[in-house]
C-alpha cells in the first residue's frame, strides 16, 4: 500500500480558539469559519493560511452558511445580535430588520441560494424556540414560534424551497430541564409553516437531543444526539420518512464515544461523529465507523493536535470537540479546536510568528477553586480597552468578569467565583473563556473543578440547565 496516497486527518493552520463552531466550504480551496474569538476566517488554500475577515469581541458566532463566494450568513448566541451577513465575501454586518419574534439566539443556518435562507434556535430550555425565513435575500424576513413542537432547536437543513428540516429536543413536562428531552427531527413540506416530528416512536432516553444534521444523499441521512451519559446517532435510510436509533458501540458492543455534537459521513459507509466526548467534557473523542454506523472505533489517537500558539501538553488529546464536519467532494473538513481536514495532503507547518502567538491567556485546562477559581491572563502594552467574558458550551453568554478601560499592562491574576450575571453560583463544568484587548481576543475551554465533589458528574447541571 502506498502510504502517501492514504488520506489522514491534519490540522490546518487555523489560529488558537476554544473552539471552532462552524465552517462552510463552497469548495476544496475556499472556506470560512467561525471561531470562539468572535471572529469569521476565511482561507483561499485549503487552510494553509486563514485571514480574519471579521472580528467582534462582544458576539459568540455559532454557525455559518454560504451561497457562493459573497453572500453568506453567520448565526450568534448573543441576543440582539443574532445574525450577521456578507455580500461581497469579505465584509460582514449585522442584520438589523429581524422580526421581533425571531429566534433570541441562531444556532443553525441554512442558506439554499440567494433569496432564500432559514435559521433556527435556541439551544436553552430557559429561552423560547423559534424559525426565521427570508423569501428575498434579507430585505424581509418573517418568524414563527417553535414551541409546540420542541423545547430547543440546534441545526437546519432545507432540500428545496419548501422541504426542510430541524433538529433539537421536546420536553416531556413543563418547567422542563435538558434532562427532560427527548430528540426531535423536524419537517416541514410547506416551507415551514407545520412541522412534523419524525421520531415519534424512535425510542430513546431521557435527556437527549439532536444536534446536527446530514443527508449525505436524497435518501442516507444521520442526526448526532448529544447526551450526556451515552453516544447515539439516528440514521434514516428513506429520505428522512423513518428513522432508527444506533448506539456509537465498537465490535464488541462496548461504548465508545459520549455527548457528541458533530457528525459527518463521507459515504454511506464511511463516517465520523465527535463532540465533548464524555458527561464532563474532558476528552473530546472522536470516533469512525466504516460500515454505516453499525460499529464503531476510538480515533482519537489518529488525529494531530492543532497548532496552538502556545506549547501543547502531552495530556491534551487530539482532534479534541468536534462540532461541525463538511464534505466537498473526496476531501472532508471538520472543526473543534481547530480546523482539520481528511486528505492525503502534507502535513502543514506553522510559521514563526503562529508558533509565537499573542498568549493573552495561559494554557490551563483545569482549574480548581474552593470558593474563586483563579487563572493568569497577560495584558499587552498599550492596551486601551480589557473585557474577560464566559460562555456556556451550550447557549451563550454567562457572564462579562472584568471591563476595564486602559487597565495595566503585564501579567495578573484574575478571580472568578463562578456566579453569572444573575449573581446564581454555578456548579463544576466546563466553560468557555474569552480574552479581549483592544481589536485583539483569545479563548479558551477550561474545566473548573470544585475539590468539594467527590464525583463531579453526580451533580452535573449545566448552566441554563432549564426554565426555572
Given at each position: 500500500?502506498?502510504?502517501?496516497?492514504?488520506?489522514?486527518?491534519?490540522?490546518?493552520?487555523?489560529?488558537l480558539a476554544g473552539r471552532y463552531d462552524d465552517i462552510w466550504f463552497l469548495n476544496v480551496d475556499v472556506g470560512w469559519a467561525v471561531n470562539g474569538n468572535g471572529k469569521i476566517l476565511k482561507t483561499a488554500n485549503g487552510g494553509a493560511n486563514w485571514d480574519t475577515q471579521f472580528h467582534d469581541g462582544a458576539v459568540y458566532f455559532r454557525c455559518l452558511s454560504m451561497v457562493n463566494d459573497q453572500i453568506g450568513w453567520a448565526g450568534c448566541t448573543t441576543q440582539g445580535r443574532q445574525l450577521f451577513r456578507t455580500i461581497d465575501g469579505q465584509h460582514w454586518s449585522l442584520v438589523q430588520n429581524l422580526p421581533a419574534d425571531a429566534p433570541p439566539l441562531v444556532c443553525g443556518v441554512w442558506a439554499l441560494d440567494e433569496n432564500h435562507v432559514f435559521a433556527s434556535g435556541t439551544n436553552d430550555p430557559a429561552l423560547r424556540?423559534?424559525?426565521?425565513k427570508t423569501d428575498n435575500g434579507g430585505r424581509t424576513w418573517?418568524?414563527?414560534?417553535?414551541?409546540?413542537?420542541?423545547?430547543?432547536l440546534v441545526d437546519i437543513y432545507f432540500q428545496d424551497e419548501r422541504t426542510g428540516w430541524v433538529v433539537g429536543g421536546r420536553a416531556t413536562r413543563p418547567h422542563s430541564r435538558r434532562n427532560d428531552v427527548l430528540p426531535v427531527v423536524l419537517k416541514t413540506e410547506d416551507g415551514g409553516q407545520t412541522w412534523q416530528d419524525k421520531l415519534v416512536g424512535v425510542n430513546g432516553p431521557l435527556g437527549e437531543w439532536g444536534w446536527k444534521i446530514q443527508f449525505v444523499d436524497n435518501d442516507f441521512a444521520v442526526v448526532a444526539c448529544e447526551n450526556l451519559k451515552a453516544g447515539a446517532i439516528m440514521i434514516s435510510e428513506d429520505g428522512g420518512a423513518t428513522w432508527r436509533r444506533q448506539e456509537i458501540r465498537d465490535a464488541n458492543g462496548l461504548m465508545v464515544n459520549q455527548n457528541l455534537e458533530g457528525i459527518g459521513f463521507l459515504d454511506r459507509h464511511t463516517g465520523w461523529v465527535g463532540g465533548w466526548g464524555d458527561p464532563t467534557f474532558d476528552s473530546g473523542r472522536t470516533a469512525g465507523t466504516t460500515d454505516g454506523g453499525r460499529t464503531w472505533t476510538d480515533l482519537t489517537a489518529d488525529w494531530p493536535r492543532p497548532f496552538f500558539s502556545i506549547p501543547c501538553e502531552e495530556s491534551n488529546p487530539r482532534g479534541q470537540y468536534i462540532n461541525r464536519f463538511r464534505i466537498v467532494g473526496d476531501t472532508v473538513y471538520a472543526c473543534g479546536n481547530t480546523v482539520y481536514k481528511f486528505t492525503t495532503q502534507r502535513l502543514f507547518v506553522p510559521t514563526v510568528d503562529e508558533a509565537t502567538g499573542t498568549q493573552l491567556l495561559a494554557s490551563v485546562a483545569d482549574i480548581p477553586y474552593t470558593d474563586t477559581a483563579d487563572f493568569e491572563i497577560t495584558v499587552p502594552d498599550h492596551t486601551q480597552s480589557l473585557r474577560v467574558e464566559f460562555f456556556d458550551p451550550y447557549s451563550g453568554l454567562v457572564c462579562t468578569l472584568v471591563e476595564e478601560s486602559n487597565p495595566t499592562a503585564g501579567k495578573r491574576t484574575v478571580s472568578w467565583d463562578l456566579c453569572d450575571h444573575h449573581g446564581t453560583r454555578l456548579p463544576s463544568w466546563t466553560f468557555e473563556v474569552r480574552v479581549t484587548?483592544?481589536?485583539?481576543?483569545?479563548?479558551r475551554l477550561l474545566k473548573f473543578q470544585s475539590p468539594r465533589l467527590e464525583d463531579p458528574t453526580a451533580t452535573f447541571k449545566p448552566h441554563l440547565l432549564g426554565r426555572v
Open positions: 500500500m502506498n502510504l502517501v496516497n492514504v488520506p489522514r486527518w491534519i490540522a490546518t493552520r487555523a489560529e424556540t423559534g424559525f426565521m418573517t418568524a414563527q414560534s417553535m414551541e409546540h413542537v420542541a423545547t430547543l484587548c483592544d481589536d485583539v481576543s483569545e479563548s
